[in-house]
């Protein structure tokens, strides 16, 4: 994220304190899809807070990410529904074939993926949405075959470029 | 003052004071993992709750206010198991291993847990695996032992303004981290290790030393020379059951020697040195219109802050490296000639209170010739397990004299141990620099004690210097943000990072409080209020340094050897 658009965003926020520190991360996060450590210096000293203190807080709660969206944002559904037919180990099955944990991004950029707790489609259990398209009663070798399409799909499109 | 109850007694509490306080003043005492004195309660770890007559639920006394006619109970059954519960919670999510533990027979926690008999392990859980942070050249940082009690976090914000750590992540996965959950190295720390201080476990713990040095001992290669701290002598001993305040200073030579040190130096003596340099540089700053106020430049958690936090003032500090460097460079490059011996062959230990000097000695600027000025420190904990692992019975010891000419000092370099020291030194010199003759009271009350901010206004030869004196590093960043405001009357300025100075560094024994602090305090005041030699310039082992060696303060040589520069770090603040 370029500083002019950080400083924009805390523009919008004279005089903030401490207080203001949630929204203005959300607001970044919003525009950037993460918060960045650049992001993160920045607001430190505009609220004169340090960097280990906003980290923290950022930590504490499940909305903030600190890496870049992938191309491809897999969200898993960890609501009770899905909960009950089996998400936990659709979520480990993602994590072992993308090779990174909840909230992480693979190194190519292309996945990321990330842990919500309910995105209402509990008659599609276990269920995960990439990009927002969904993806109903995954399993092991269904997503095993959706991440090879994409993956596909994926190099057919660069090399048509 | 109001009435209250303890355990079926009468007992007197201030109004408005917590529970705790009162408890504490009655001779009753709870257990507490996380208070901290003189500083908001955080209620944390709830091991200090009591039952109060006629409230549902238990009461955390570190943080429920006393209330008149209150009846407190702090050993009712329920309150005992509450608290044995918290501790085997604690343990459950704990590492098993407290005989390969730094703090074995030192820890908080496995003092609770023989005082409240854990004797079963209760509760099974899986505990996270968290990966040791040895980054640091001074603290290790080591979250498996860790049990959030949340002093080391508070320390490192609300007493050191530095906030290099913080909570990261929530619930089980909660860990103390800097920023980003990156190593201590890359973070804001400035290695003080008042964290260390405060943490009741081993979790947070000096970078140990005593293999390099114990190595060097027994390498017949290696002419190993150790120095120690004005700080030391007046707090080792508490480590030997000694009272607080004992000066050992000649005991510790002795002991040096029985360790097979080859030579025992003081860094008084460096200090003394120091302040040659340092009131010599401030006279040519004063005169030649060159930057001022000169700040001190011997506390290096200081100096690592001033690079971190305000860089602008870079050129405010003085050039001298710290008594420690002096002395190190000065034993490789001239004492090692002197004696014929190879630099690179001798082992230079410095025992220090101050975990902040093993961070020091590693800076690259510290060095000449590819040699480095240092070679380990050791923090007077280490210093004590060493003399106890090599079986040297304190009370065995007969006072020794040091080695020459480095061991030669005089009391200003002592004072150089606590807050105002320096500041007291640097004016008895500076004194004589400017006017030719001593002071008449050598003695400079407005800069003793332990007061957070000292100042003074002196007048040497019709010319008025104001000098202040920090305590703490909070202290000092007021003083810096005045002067960004505009205030110009100040010309030197002391600055310790620890509050209290050396005597209260990140390396002292634990703990150590207000109490101790003031009795070591006035040990240094007793040595300097009976010795003869009482100003630096005074010191001839100093003066003969300069006449054969390096000719006059601010010479090339010195400036070789004895200064340094510093620049701007690129951390995450």
Redesign the interface.
Known sequence: MSETTIEKIIKKFPDAGRDSLIPILQEVQNIDGYLS?NA??EI?KYLQL???????VA???NQFR?QPLGKYHITVCRGTACHVKGSATVLSILEQELKIKAGQTTRDGLFSLEVVACIGACGLAPVISINGTFYAQVDNNKIRQILRDYRKNDSIAVQNN | MIEIEVNNRKVKAEAGEMILSALERAGVKVPTLCHMKDLVPSGACRICSVEVEGYKNLVPSCSYPVLEGMKIKTNSPRAIRARKTIIELLLANHLQDCLYCVRNGDCELQTLAIQYGVREKRYLADRCEHFLDMSSPAIVRDQNRCILCGKCVRVCEEIMGVSAIDFINRGSKTVIAPAFNQSMNVSSCINCGQCVMVCPTGALREKSSLKEVTDALHDPDKFVIVQHAPALSVTLAEEFGMKPGADIDKKIVNAFRRLGFNRVFDTSYSADLTIMEEASELVSRIQSNGVLPMMTSCSPGWIKYVEQFYPEFIPNISTCKSPQQMLGALIKNYYAQNEGLDPAKVFSVAIMPCTAKKFEAKRPEMSWNNIADIDAVLTTRELARLIKMYGIEFDSLVPNEPDMPFGKRSSAGKLFGGTGGVMEAAIRTAHYLITNREMDDLVVKEVRGLKGIKEMKITIDGMVLGVAVASGIMNAQKILEEIKAGRNDLHFIEVMTCPGGCIAGGGQPFNTDQKKITARMQALYSIDQNEITRASHLNKAVADLYKDFLEKPLSERSHQLLHTHYSEREVMV
Not at chain 1, 50 to 56: L, R, V
């Open positions: 450590r993160v210096l430190g340090p960097a280990s203190k906003i980290y923290g930590t504490f709660y600190f």
